[in-house]
């Protein structure tokens, strides 16, 4: 019985998978812009986060951390620098 159900949730999965990869083909040079710019995004939150998480193993032995969210990953790899500096001013004030 489980095995029959798994069955059928995997020939879903699978149609909704070619679903997918056919739009994508038909749209083809429509999606490329959009995927570009949240590839982009992506990337960015990504760095983002990485810089969080190493500040985050540098800084735990004097006890200070800072929150790692989509916003605060996305601020750091967006703003860069400046907004990682922004980010400890807030939680300096804030703490």
Do not use: H, W
């Not at 951390?65 to 990682?84: D, E, H, Q, R, S």
Request: charged fraction near 10%; glycine fraction near 6%; include cysteine.
């Amino acid at each position: 019985m489980i095995e029959e159900v798994a069955t059928v949730y995997q020939l879903l999965i699978l149609a909704a998978v070619m679903l997918v990869g056919l739009f994508i083909i038909y749209t083809g040079k429509n999606l490329y812009k959009p995927l570009e710019i949240i590839t982009k995004i992506f990337v960015q939150v990504a760095i983002g986060a990485v810089c969080i998480i190493l500040f985050n193993t540098i800084a735990s032995p004097i006890d200070f951390k800072l929150a790692l969210n989509p916003v605060t990953a996305a601020i750091t790899g967006y703003l860069g620098v400046p907004g990682f500096i922004a980010l400890l001013v807030i939680r300096l004030v804030i703490a």
